[in-house]
């Protein structure tokens, strides 16, 4: 698989940045591809997510909280019955670092699949490095003028 990874300071809570993240659904915030993260459970464990593609397509998948360690760190995967030709991992570390200041990381994994699907996939991620990145600086600038 491959990775995208990013490490930004905000001046937030670990808590409040943990709460923002937890429900995935606002990704699309922070995130322009990511058209929309939906909860299917109603604890928010499994999430449906719909992102943009190349020429108007729309690549979906599954996707389960596997660690939720309030508030220090959220992790996720696909669902590989669900989608088995998407496969992608994300985890979000919080940590404290005093006077409400939080060091924020971010990982994606991921790995393309082969025909159509992955030609989409590979444009979605069309420099994931980059799209980690503006993602976190947004998110600084949403948890910092709350």
């Avoid at 990381?105 to 990145?133: D, F, I, M, T, W």
Wanted: proline content about 5%; some cysteine.
């Amino acid at each position: 698989m491959d990775k995208a990874t990013y490490r930004i300071e905000v001046d937030a809570p670990a808590q409040a940045c943990y709460d923002w993240w937890r429900p995935l659904t606002r990704l699309p915030e922070i995130f322009s591809d990511v058209e929309s993260v939906e909860a299917i459970t109603g604890d928010g464990t499994r999430t449906r997510w719909k992102v943009a593609g190349p020429a108007g397509t729309t690549v979906e998948w599954e996707a389960r909280i596997t660690e939720d360690s309030a508030p220090h760190r959220l992790a996720w995967t696909t669902v590989a019955e669900a989608d088995p030709d998407v496969t992608n991992a994300g985890v979000v570390r919080f940590e404290d670092l005093g006077d409400s200041r939080t060091g924020l990381a971010v990982e994606l994994e991921y790995s393309l699949p082969g025909g159509k699907l992955g030609e989409a996939v590979a444009a979605l991620l069309a420099n994931p490095q980059h799209k980690v990145e503006r993602a976190c600086t947004e998110f600084k600038r949403i948890i910092e003028t709350r």
